[in-house]
């Protein structure tokens, strides 16, 4: 059933469980600043279409759902993600195939569309057009002609600001299905040539990475040269990887991975969730006093009002001179 929906975002929580059906696994926040993000998803049939605008540098780990093929690119000129170590441009478009894993991550204010296609309607639909065999690689940008990519973008577009009028707009059966052949003709035309498959080194990088992502998840604690000799890889290489596909090191990546899980553990409002140090010692935070400071230089207060103000929500905090008030 065709549908849509245009949603506004405070907390990159509900940002990252909006965007939990597309495939992404996890969202790390990495710009400084009060979060924010606009979303606009479109249903057709087995398509599925988004528009993202965001405020603040972050890096997703996405995994594309089975059977489905992820075409991103930029928006209106804007600045894009880097997927998987890769950099679009404006006239660019980027694939990954079905069940692809990889890193994107933001400097900065960004955005960018997406459109979700079955590879198997893909196929088909490939070699009736062409006479041939079709198939998406696993991972490549495009530089198509800009004839192609306008045809396909003004088709996005439409159906984005469709959706921004009026969320659920998109319920005519007919009219959805005519939008969506077109939609499959425009993507056929444009991953028809102009295609820069992704180098064996770069699946490499990405697959390690994936592992790595894996590995903090299990042991999140584990000393970095252990780490380096569980994914089969140097330090240096390790390093290498993650300035190309996170924008920072290792070590740094994993530190603000685990500020953020601390910080949702004590934003939870679970009434059974642990005191400050023992979530901090749970993801490797031994010396409580930095790690305090450390924690208010990232997110504006100090761990315990964190915590108070998840276990008493309506009261009124003061951190550094500001009032925060969370509404019950």
């Not at 594309?64 to 000129?77: K, R």
């Not at 045809?151 to 600001?161: F, G």
Request: proline share 5%; glycine share 10%; with cysteine.
């Amino acid at each position: 059933m065709p549908g849509s929906r245009a949603s506004v975002f405070g907390e990159a929580e509900d940002f990252e469980a909006a965007l939990s059906a597309d495939g992404v696994a996890g969202l790390l926040i990495t710009g400084r600043g009060q979060f924010r993000a606009l979303l606009t998803q479109v249903r057709l049939g087995g398509f599925q279409l988004a528009a993202v605008e965001e405020k603040l540098a972050r890096i997703a780990f996405v995994a594309v759902p089975t059977g489905m093929v992820l075409v991103a690119f930029p928006i209106d000129g804007g600045p894009s993600p880097v997927w998987g170590g890769i950099e679009i441009r404006t006239g660019e478009m980027i694939t990954f195939g079905p069940g692809q894993r990889l890193h994107a991550r933001t400097v900065g204010p960004s955005h960018w569309g997406a459109i979700y296609a079955p590879d198997h309607q893909l196929a088909q639909y490939g070699r009736a057009l062409t006479g041939a065999r079709f198939a998406v690689p696993a991972a490549a940008r495009w530089r198509t002609p800009r004839a192609a990519v306008k045809q396909l973008r003004d088709l996005h577009r439409a159906a984005i600001r469709m959706a921004e009028a009026r969320a659920g707009a998109l319920t005519d059966l007919q009219a959805a299905y005519g939008l969506e052949q077109q939609l499959l003709h425009e993507l056929i035309e444009c991953l028809s040539q102009g295609v820069e498959e992704e180098a064996a080194t770069g699946r490499r990088h990405r697959d390690i990475l994936v592992q790595f992502e894996h590995l903090l998840a299990a042991e999140p604690i584990l000393p970095m040269a252990r780490i380096s000799a569980a994914l089969g890889a140097s330090e240096r290489s390790l390093r290498q990887c993650c300035k190309e596909h996170l924008g920072m090191g290792p070590s740094r990546y994993r530190y603000l991975r685990a500020m953020q899980q601390v910080h949702r553990a004590l934003g939870s409002g679970n009434p059974d969730a642990a005191g400050v140090s023992e979530v901090a010692r749970q993801y490797g935070f031994y010396a409580l006093g930095r790690f305090a400071a450390r924690y208010r230089a990232l997110y504006g207060e100090l761990p315990s009002v964190t915590l108070r103000r998840a276990s008493n929500p309506g009261v009124v905090e003061l951190a550094l001179g500001r009032r925060r008030v969370k509404l019950s």
